[in-house]
């Protein structure tokens, strides 16, 4: 890092003052996380052939592939998962975890605004409608949210009793919106305010950006189903490609089946040369998640002031996120 100016290490002296008791709560939050993942690991025996994968044919019995699962839905508190690199995106596995458990003629309603557009493209609210949910006979409707960017309750409530939705989702992170991302205590509210006022609805949370960002996740608190990218917080940095959904074993096989096809489900699906790193990144996530919120509590209180604002994204590290918030408000500022 360059020489900085004096003015500007005595700015960097004050937030680290400032901000160090809030980096202690979030090394106290890795700990708990690291240990749940850690426990896992060790009640399911991961060993080193887990880690080969099935590099052709169909990807019958890959015992390493079933182990991760496991893994997977032990940490996350539910009955079964689904982690594969056929995931192409979190929106693919959003698609599919939606597609696969939704009927013509039922409704999908989202509980938190309108979804970012990815989704919309999902559902079948831009121009193009082929293969969308829309079109394949899915009615959608949204709870639109209140000034603050927080759940309206009274308008949720209408729609909920007018539309009686089959799945109402719960997404967890902004996306591209102003609003605050959601913590797990306001999710746990929503989905005991939705099952109070439309029971026979399955809540489904998308996670994407959500895995490990507390101690506790959504699922620990009777969200049925949910989804999230292992190119995000649950592959640590590592892995290249995949997703996964948790959740109620029957929705986690239909959307399995939806992935694959009736009669395969979970039981096929070469892994290649991923599980190395899905096994080694979901292992980090619980660090490279700490560090990712460091970064942030640094950006958010560190040497920026209104009016101006730095917006910083892919740092794995906090030393990382630090150096270059740093270096650039020294090129910007002085």
Same mark, same amino acid.
């Given at each position: 890092m360059r020489k900085l100016p004096e003015e500007?290490?005595?700015? @960097?002296? %004050?937030? =680290?003052?400032?901000?160090?008791?809030? @980096?202690? %709560?979030? =090394?106290?939050?890795?700990?708990?996380?690291?240990?749940?993942?850690?426990?896992?690991?060790?009640?399911?025996?991961?060993?080193?052939?887990d880690l080969k994968g099935t590099n052709n044919g169909y990807g019958d019995n890959d015992i390493g592939r079933e182990k991760l699962e496991a893994i997977y839905a032990q940490v996350f508190q539910t009955e079964d998962a689904l982690v594969r690199p056929q995931f192409v995106s979190g929106t693919h596995t959003l698609a599919v975890a939606l597609d696969g458990n939704l009927l013509p003629g039922e409704t999908l309603t989202y509980l938190?605004?309108?979804?970012?557009?990815?989704?919309q493209q999902v559902i079948g609210l831009a121009p193009k409608k082929r293969?969308?949910?829309?079109?394949?006979?899915?009615?959608?409707?949204y709870v639109p949210l209140n000034e603050e960017g927080g759940v309206d309750y009274e308008e949720a409530e209408k729609v909920l009793?007018?539309?009686?939705?089959h799945i109402v989702v719960i997404q967890r992170s902004r996306g591209y919106d102003t609003r605050q991302s959601y913590t797990v205590d306001q999710i746990k509210e929503m989905t005991a305010f939705v099952k109070k006022v439309s029971?026979?609805?399955l809540?489904?949370?998308?996670?994407?950006?959500?895995?490990?960002?507390?101690?506790?996740e959504p699922t620990e608190y009777g969200v049925d189903f949910m989804a999230g990218s292992l190119i995000k917080n649950a592959g640590g940095g590592i892995a290249q490609t995949g997703g996964y959904i948790v959740g109620k074993e029957e929705l986690v096989e239909n959307?399995?089946?939806?992935?694959?096809?009736?009669?395969?489900?979970?039981?096929?699906g070469a892994t290649l040369t991923n599980m190395h790193e899905f096994y080694e990144g979901f292992f980090l996530a619980p660090h490279t998640t700490g560090e990712a919120i460091k970064g942030m509590i640094f950006s958010a209180d560190g040497p920026i002031r209104p009016p101006y604002a730095l917006y910083m994204q892919g740092?794995?590290?906090?030393?990382?996120?630090?150096?270059?918030?740093?270096n650039a408000v020294n090129h910007l500022f002085f």
């Open positions: 500007l290490k005595a700015i @960097l002296a %004050e937030v =680290d003052q400032e901000i160090a008791p809030r @980096l202690r %709560e979030i =090394d106290d939050q890795v700990v708990y996380n690291q240990g749940k993942v850690l426990k896992a690991f060790v009640d399911h025996q991961v060993a080193e052939a938190t605004g309108m979804p970012y557009d990815t989704m293969g969308t949910l829309i079109q394949k006979g899915i009615n959608f409707s009793k007018r539309d009686q939705p029971p026979e609805s809540v489904f949370v998308d996670n994407c950006y959500g895995e490990f960002s507390e101690k506790h959307a399995a089946i939806r992935l694959t096809a009736p009669g395969i489900g979970k039981e096929e740092g794995l590290t906090y030393a990382h996120d630090r150096i270059a918030i740093t």
